[in-house]
T-cell receptor, first 116, second 112 residues
Framework: NAGVTQTPKFRVLKTGQSMTLLCAQDMNHEYMYWYRQDPGMGLRLIHYSVGEGTTAKGEVPDGYNVSRLKKQNFLLGLESAAPSQTSVYFC???????????????FGPGTRLTVL | SQQGEEDPQALSIQEGENATMNCSYKTSINNLQWYRQNSGRGLVHLILIRSNEREKHSGRLRVTLDTSKKSSSLLITASRAADTASYFCATASTSGTYKYIFGTGTRLKVLA
């Protein structure tokens, strides 16, 4: 049981390049999330998914796209990377069914992205 | 905008002392959770307190919630060097969305 895994762990991009971050979970969780973490800002939600084939915008969705084609995978794409997207990206998953659920989020180890 | 704000931003204590950190939030919540993040790692869930609870314990952790003041505190008793980490609160709003809002975190350093 690997929990939540993220690939790659590190990446350096040039402005304008594209890339996809992969998140995988083996806990059969319905909900998956992508966050970015910047110094002094805490975690900010980019996009999330409440089930296979569905996605929704979070706090800071601009410049990112996501897809949830399989329940266990949640992909985050940057179509044209910008220096402002330099950050650490975390994926998380949870088994929540309703808004009042007490389920917690399980986090991956993060991807450190630098855009030059 | 950030829902949770932790206070203090940084805290340095000696091993064996207690550490207290606070979280304030802005809107009505269903529950509030505390997470720990070791340097360079993902977040790990510590404890959850529901909006109808006032206090909860888990090992050396004690969490309180005051919904009238929209605040929560996390107390770590008898701290150890291994407790050195950043601590975040996360709130689940009653507004009907399936997401948590994280605060900016408290960096705790426990000196051996």
């Amino acid at each position: 049981n690997a929990g939540v895994t993220q690939t790659p762990k590190f990446r350096v991009l040039k402005t304008g390049q594209s890339m996809t971050l992969l998140c995988a979970q083996d806990m059969n969780h319905e909900y998956m999330y992508w966050y970015r973490q910047d110094p002094g800002m805490g975690l900010r939600l980019i996009h999330y998914s409440v089930g296979e084939g569905t996605t929704a915008k979070g706090e800071v969705p601009d410049g990112y796209n996501v897809s949830r084609l399989k329940k266990q995978n949640f992909l985050l794409g940057l179509e044209s990377a910008a220096p402002s997207q330099t950050s650490v990206y975390f994926c998380a998953s949870s088994y929540s069914h309703t808004i009042s659920s007490t389920d917690t989020q399980y986090f991956g180890p993060g991807t450190r992205l630098t855009v030059l | 905008s950030q829902q949770g704000e932790e206070d203090p931003q940084a805290l340095s204590i000696q091993e064996g002392e207690n550490a207290t950190m606070n979280c304030s939030y802005k809107t009505s919540i269903n529950n509030l959770q505390w997470y720990r993040q070791n340097s360079g790692r993902g977040l790990v869930h510590l404890i959850l307190i529901r909006s109808n609870e006032r206090e909860k314990h888990s090992g050396r952790l004690r969490v309180t919630l005051d919904t009238s003041k929209k605040s929560s505190s996390l107390l770590i008793t008898a701290s150890r060097a291994a407790d050195t980490a950043s601590y975040f609160c996360a709130t689940a709003s009653t507004s009907g969305t399936y997401k948590y809002i994280f605060g900016t975190g408290t960096r705790l350093k426990v000196l051996a």
